[in-house]
């Protein structure tokens, strides 16, 4: 059996899942204060219908890093920032507490500027006397060479041991040194908070009896152990659009070109799959106004859900807010919900509490509830529809999409519409119609989240940079580094086999060794050093990965 559990903005939902069944589901209001007493009661109403049998494993997908970077709630933190020669000081404007330091590694990790001890021992001093007790380290080409970053790290541990330090190094081993610094300045800020919550869940784990994997669920639309998590926190952003990307393909499954709209009670999210396979962002997951190294979806979410609040003030206005649930829910207010339930006679709840409702504001606007309900159910479509059209533009910048079209030689057309969450089936049909495509419900389209949760495998992805002349290799994710036992005659080949006995290795440490045989490299690159006349040996820049799917065990769900 298997559990996920999706937390969103209003609402957690969870489903138990067995041999394509869904035993169970789940529904609860998010305590966006307490995530951990959501979750864990979420988790105690499913359980009772496991009747006693194994749990395999439960996933959970979590806001807590989201709202702690969203709402600004995470502690004050440094960057300390090597950048080289290159791109003046003000081009990187990654937070408040920044301080630039001297100490230069070039691209093959050679360190041309040691660091000024003066000029780090000043900047250690003005950062513990702030009273700043997180500090992330960045020095561009670290992971060619990490040595600059290590001596900052050791300075901190001598002199201000209640310091915590995290190091672009051992985050991420890839190019691009603004989103390598924003990465891990935004681990620094959120990892005390996750390791707390993280161990608080293992905890309950234990104390409910339970010998299950407990995995969460990853912004890329995979999974880590729970273990794992402690390490990279970050990479558990916007795993509520992974969830329900995720949720939607394994529901509808075929090779169709799809957008994926997710209703939920304040927010719309948007996602895009091509042909079956979902679309990554190709820069990285954007946190505010900074991209990042954490592999996410290509998504985008809009203020816009069903328990978005209705309002007059010299026009009917669909709010970016919610004032509680839905009128036939219980609510005080009308509510998106409602306008479609009597627009759309779907007799949703109390339908009697929608029309009521409804008939308030209408007197308020002097026009009938029909002519209201109408004129709500256009704004929402039509802003969705915007939405879509507008994630459309941004798209067409994507890799994946171009690719598409130059493969199949024909602009890209969109099939269907995926509709998920509880409002999905009132308002997706009416947006299809309007773009002229299929709409996709299904029975279980209002916990396609978690159940997308619960049935995606892990995912893991290794890079491998040699550089033979200079006898050094590094791996990432963390900051392994070594020198080579053969490096003369080394080809693609055996890079490639060392990266697969990386790749091995860590699935070993985390639990997924299973899924080491589904691997497949997805960047082969090799470069002839120069020197005088002559090749001096070879630069390989290797990746592999186990890419985002399903679980073995997953053939479907019956309705």
Request: hydrophobic content about 40%; aromatic content about 8%.
């Amino acid at each position: 059996m298997l559990i996920g559990i999706d937390v969103g903005g209003t609402y957690t939902d969870g489903v138990l899942f067995k041999q394509g069944t869904i035993i169970a589901t789940i529904k609860k209001p998010t305590d966006d204060i307490n995530l951990k007493s959501t979750l864990l009661e979420v988790l105690d109403e499913l359980l009772p219908s496991a009747e006693g049998q194994k749990i395999e494993r439960i996933v959970f997908s979590t806001t807590l890093v989201t709202n702690l970077l969203a709402t600004g709630r995470g502690e004050r933190t440094a960057l300390i920032m090597l950048p080289g020669h290159g791109l003046p000081h003000d081009a990187y404007d990654i937070c408040p507490d920044i301080f630039f330091a001297r100490g230069t590694v070039d691209f093959r990790g050679n360190v041309i500027e040691k660091l000024d001890q003066k000029e780090i021992d000043d900047i250690l001093a003005r950062i513990a006397a702030a009273g700043i007790k997180r500090v992330a380290v960045a020095a561009k080409f670290a992971n060619r060479n990490d040595v600059l970053e290590r001596e900052i790290q050791s300075k901190l541990a001598a002199s201000y041991p209640d310091i915590s330090v995290s190091l672009s190094s051992e985050i991420s081993n890839k190019l691009n040194f603004p989103r390598r610094a924003a990465t891990t300045y935004f681990t620094a800020m959120t990892v005390k908070e996750w390791m707390r919550f993280a161990a608080e869940i293992d905890q309950a784990i234990t104390e409910r009896g339970l010998d299950s994997e407990v995995h969460i669920l990853k912004a890329d639309g995979g999974t880590f152990s729970l273990d794992t998590s402690f390490r990279r926190p970050c990479e558990t952003v916007f795993s509520g659009p992974a969830a329900s990307t995720m949720g939607g393909l394994a529901l509808s499954q075929p090779n169709l070109n799809s957008v994926v709209l997710d209703i939920g009670g304040t927010t719309s999210d948007i996602a895009l799959i091509i042909a079956g396979a979902p679309l990554y962002a190709s820069k990285g997951a954007r946190l505010g106004k900074q991209y990042t190294h954490i592999n996410a979806f290509a998504v985008n979410s809009v203020a816009l859900g069903g328990d978005s609040c209705l309002d007059y003030d010299g026009e009917i206005r669909v709010q970016n807010f919610r004032r509680g649930a839905a009128a036939c829910f219980g609510g005080d207010y009308p509510t998106v919900t409602d306008a479609f339930n009597c627009k759309m006679d779907l007799g949703i709840g109390d339908a009697g509490q929608s029309a009521e409702k409804l008939q308030q504001l209408a007197s308020k606007a002097g026009i009938e509830s029909s002519e209201l309900c109408h004129q709500v159910v256009n704004i929402v479509i039509e802003r969705l529809v915007a939405s879509i059209e507008a994630m459309f533009r941004e798209w067409e910048n994507e890799p994946a999409y171009k690719v598409w079209e130059v493969v199949n030689r024909r602009k890209f057309k969109l099939d269907q519409i995926i509709g998920i969450g509880a409002a999905a089936t009132a308002i997706v049909p009416q947006v299809a119609a309007r773009m002229e495509v299929d709409s996709f419900l299904h029975d279980y389209s209002p916990v396609a989240n978690a159940l997308g949760a619960a049935v995606v495998r892990p995912t893991l992805a290794v890079e491998l940079h040699v550089d033979t002349p200079n006898n050094f290799f590094s791996v990432g994710p963390g900051g392994i580094r070594g020198s080579l036992n053969d490096r003369g005659g080394m080809q693609l080949g055996d890079a490639k086999n060392m990266a697969r006995q990386y790749l091995l290795d860590m699935c070993r440490e985390q639990g997924m060794e299973s899924y080491a045989s589904e691997s497949s490299f997805y960047m082969e690159e090799q470069f002839n050093i120069i020197s005088g006349w002559s090749r001096s040996g070879k630069i390989f820049d290797v990746g592999i990965q186990i890419a985002p799917g399903f679980i073995s065990e997953y053939k479907g769900v019956s309705s």
